[in-house]
Nanobody, 112 residues
Framework: QVQLVESGGGLVQAGGSLRLSCASS????????TSWYRQAPGKQRELVAT???????NYADSVKNRFTISRDNAKNTVYLQMNTLKPEDTAVYYC??????WGQGTQVTVSS
């Protein structure tokens, strides 16, 4: 059964950092495109960052120079390093692989 499991969310003060992890059973991340999305209350889900099978990365303008997406092929895990967090980064963060497979989400709350 294909599954994505996110972890690493939590409560942090503005200016702090968190690292989210996405692990998978059934999907080899190095062979596909993996993305992080987020959804804040009352808002649509938005794309945050993407890493392709070739390692190319792309970011939403709102997180450029603050967030970094990366992949550890040996651990088959994709990460989202989030620095200089802002209250507007508060959302449920979701991992997506192969464009169609989603994790259950992890809550990130940034207090001011």
């Amino acid at each position: 059964q294909v599954q994505l499991v996110e972890s690493g969310g939590g409560l942090v003060q503005a200016g702090g950092s968190l690292r989210l992890s996405c692990a998978s059973s059934g999907i080899i991340f190095s062979g596909t495109t993996t993305s992080w999305y987020r959804q804040a209350p009352g808002k649509q889900r938005e794309l945050v960052a993407t890493i392709t099978s070739g390692g190319r990365t792309n970011y939403a303008d709102s997180v450029k120079n603050r967030f970094t997406i990366s992949r550890d092929n040996a651990k088959n895990t994709v990460y989202l390093q989030m620095n200089t967090l802002k209250p507007e980064d508060t959302a449920v963060y979701y991992c997506n692989a192969r464009f169609t497979t989603w994790g259950q989400g992890t809550q990130v709350t940034v207090s001011s």
